[in-house]
């Protein structure tokens, strides 16, 4: 399966837009991207997941480039609950590799 | 319609001490997933069972860990003996086993300390 590289931390206004980047150079074809977020002491919770196509939910959108090596997911007015560790994860098959993903902050 | 259910939430054991992790998943779900999470790190994956078949333990270290999922429903995981390095969280997480359906549905977790 193919790895992933997100930036460490992030910080966002509430109410903003927050825009987190993930890059997957290596996905394959067959590959998803998934996107997980942990609040703190809780397990990971699922928020979307794509293959191709631009993909929207009630959570959040995720916009994936043509060429498929990166995505961004998209929370379009950020609150302070969403204040957790935000996970890109790419697999094709039932193996899902969570790395050390991004933290975000939305600060009031 | 219940979640994914994890016992105990917290566990204190002193160093060479068993201990048990026991996971109730969603009904109807076939697969069962466990995995270790280390402070500041990312979910682990241990071990992935369809069904009651353990199908990816490659991760799990089979000299103290131990996994069984009977009837294919609960799950337990056990340590034996337990060392300070296993001090993690301990996660349970299933889906229905539609491949690429995305959606893994994790417990709370079981939050393991050896002294």
């Not at chain 1, 929370?75 to 098959?93: E, K, M, N, W």
Request: glycine content about 8%.
């Amino acid at each position: 399966d193919a790895k992933t590289t997100q930036p460490p931390s992030m910080d966002c206004a509430e109410g903003r837009a927050a825009n987190l980047p993930c890059n997957h150079s290596t996905i394959s074809g067959n590959e998803y991207v998934y996107w997980y977020r942990q609040i703190h002491s809780q397990g990971p919770q699922y928020i979307i997941h794509g293959l191709k196509n631009n993909e929207t939910n009630e959570m959040a959108s995720l916009i994936i480039t043509e060429d498929r090596k990166s995505s961004t997911l998209i929370l379009p007015h950020a609150t302070l609950r969403d204040t957790a560790v935000y996970y890109c994860i790419v697999s094709g098959t039932y193996k899902y590799i969570f790395g050390t993903g991004t933290r975000l902050k939305v600060l009031a | 319609e219940a979640g994914v259910v994890q016992s105990p939430r917290y566990k204190i054991i002193e160093k060479k001490q068993p201990v048990a992790f026991w996971c109730n998943p969603i009904s109807g779900h076939n697969t069962l997933y466990w995995y270790l999470q280390n402070l500041g790190q990312g979910p682990e994956l241990l071990i992935r069972y369809e069904n009651e078949e353990a199908v990816d333990d490659s991760q799990l270290p089979k000299d103290r860990f131990s996994a069984e999922r009977l009837k294919g429903v609960d799950s337990t995981l056990k340590i034996q003996p337990a060392e300070l390095g296993d001090s993690a969280v301990y996660l349970c997480a299933s889906s229905s086993g539609l491949a690429n359906t995305g959606e893994l549905f994790f417990g709370e977790g079981s939050r393991l300390t050896v002294l």
